[in-house]
């Protein structure tokens, strides 16, 4: 796959993404194992921009930038499903 081909790929699925945030009621970042790359990073900032509640799995240990956009630390999607009642 040739470098210009795999902009165009990555550049749409950013896009793509930032549509569905822009529909979204609400984000939720499923950080399994407490990682979130740089992509994610994009995301979270760019829902936070857009003034949309942030959940998270669990609390950002490694960047605390990212940890205070999260209105809470989700552990269940009951928990989630009952604080969004």
């Known amino acids: 796959m040739s470098p210009e081909y795999q902009k165009f790929i990555c550049l749409g699925l950013t896009h793509d993404h930032f549509y569905k945030i822009r529909m979204a009621d ?3 970042v499923f950080d399994k194992d407490g990682y979130v790359g ?3 990073t994009l995301e979270i900032g ?3 921009a857009l003034g949309k509640p942030i959940y998270s799995l669990g ?4 960047e605390k930038c990212r940890d205070c ?3 809470a630390n989700i552990k ?3 928990e989630l499903a009952e ?3």
Not at 59 to 62: C, E, F, I, S
Request: charged fraction near 15%.
């Open 76 to 78: 269940t999607a009951k």
């Open 38 to 40: 740089n992509s994610v």
């Open 46 to 48: 760019y829902a936070a």
């Open 26 to 28: 609400v984000v939720f």
């Open 69 to 71: 956009l999260y209105r």
């Open 83 to 85: 604080l969004l009642q």
């Open 59 to 62: 609390p950002d240990a490694t």
